[in-house]
């Protein structure tokens, strides 16, 4: 039982840890920033997720851990980085225009998901309660970033932190995603991210343009 409530201890760190990673991503200014961002929130995952895995020494959990960190933090990270080397896409994103009024509506979001949150009863300790808070925070952060930016690949960077938020949601509520909607969710954000390649030679090819406004302008030309 001790070590089950010094791992929550921990958990939470890494939590409010991935939290801060989601305020960098918000108001990162450089593409690259972003995606060394969402590798140290990915890393961050990782480590509760082995956490958990040594504490109640499940190897499947470990595997799933291992899985975060080739995938979310080395394989699809250097993806997005050849990606923008290749398309020669501007390293610098355009600044928002009211940073200030995008935190305070990233603060408004924590509030909300606690006032969700608080009442479920369901957690075995209030830990848990807090870390399922931030997990949906993560989720909602992730979808302000695809809103708030323009740019395609945050908007990749802004699924795969929803990604991280419903992983994490799931690790704490129900300790342990199985096995096989792991290995699922795994393969369709792998495949997801090679079609966004894909998709991004085509748009760059086609309009010299990764901003996702360029592309909703060309739709309104052609109708």
Not at 116 to 133: D, H, R, T, Y
Not at 151 to 164: K, P, R, T
Request: charged content about 10%; hydrophobic content about 60%.
């Amino acid at each position: 039982m001790d070590s089950i409530l010094h791992y929550q201890q921990i958990a939470s760190t890494l939590s409010m840890l991935m939290l801060f990673a989601a305020f960098a991503l918000l108001i990162n200014k450089r593409i690259l920033s972003l995606i060394n961002s969402f590798a140290i929130q990915s890393f961050l995952l990782a480590l509760a997720t082995f956490g958990q895995a040594f504490i109640l020494h499940r190897y499947a959990i470990y595997f799933s851990a291992l899985l975060t960190l080739t995938l979310k933090v080395i394989l699809i990270p250097w993806f997005l980085r050849r990606l923008i080397f290749k398309l020669k896409i501007p390293k610098e994103i355009p600044q928002i225009t009211h940073p200030f009024f995008t935190l305070f509506g990233a603060l408004a979001l924590v509030i909300f998901c606690y006032y969700i949150i608080a009442p479920i009863n369901l957690f075995p300790s209030i830990a848990a309660k807090n870390i399922v808070v931030v997990a949906m925070t993560i989720i909602l952060l992730g979808m302000l970033l695809m809103i708030i930016r323009s740019n395609a690949i945050s908007h990749v960077i802004g699924f795969m932190v929803m990604e991280n938020g419903l992983f994490f949601a799931a690790l704490i509520s129900t300790q342990g995603v199985p096995m096989i909607v792991e290995l699922g969710v795994a393969f369709d954000l792998l495949v997801a991210v090679v079609l966004f390649g894909v998709f991004f030679f085509h748009i760059r090819s086609s309009i010299d343009s990764m901003d996702v406004d360029s592309l909703n302008r060309l739709r309104e030309d052609t109708e």
